[in-house]
């Protein structure tokens, strides 16, 4: 079982930035697929972005692309996400999940470890 607790959310004008945070009570994170996603009112859950643990490799929607980017820190175990240049349509509650399987990491269906998601709004 690994418990996810993420942070960080909040209100923003277009524009701005925002850096939300998950922290994992795993021992460990090695092997694990970490990601995180996003979900608008009356929308399905969508991929934003996400890490292979081991290696580093990260992936991105092509929204999110050039604007946000996903880190992680092995000693804390905790995830990041730094959203630069937000926009209104960026607004959602924003989910942090885990996975120790090696599959696709774009689809909500791979992860088996959610957190209670983060609201963030940018106004217009």
């Known amino acids: 079982q690994v418990a996810l607790a993420e942070s960080g959310g909040g209100l923003v004008q277009a524009g701005g930035s925002l850096r939300l945070s998950c922290a994992a009570s795993?021992?460990?994170?090695?092997?694990?697929?970490m990601g995180w996603f996003r979900q608008a009112p009356g929308k399905d859950r969508e991929f934003v972005t996400g890490?292979?643990?081991?290696?580093?490799?990260?992936y991105y929607a092509d929204s999110v692309k050039g604007r946000f980017t996903i880190s992680r820190d092995d000693a804390k175990n905790t995830l990041q996400l730094q959203m630069n240049s937000l926009k209104p349509e960026d607004t959602a509650v924003y989910y942090c999940?885990?996975?120790?399987?090696?599959?696709?990491?774009?689809?909500?269906?791979?992860?088996?470890?959610w957190g209670q998601g983060t609201q963030v709004t940018v106004s217009s």
């Open positions: 795993a021992r460990t994170l090695s092997g694990y697929t």
């Open positions: 999940a885990a996975d120790h399987r090696y599959l696709p990491v774009v689809n909500v269906q791979t992860y088996t470890y």
């Open positions: 890490i292979r643990w081991n290696s580093g490799t990260t």
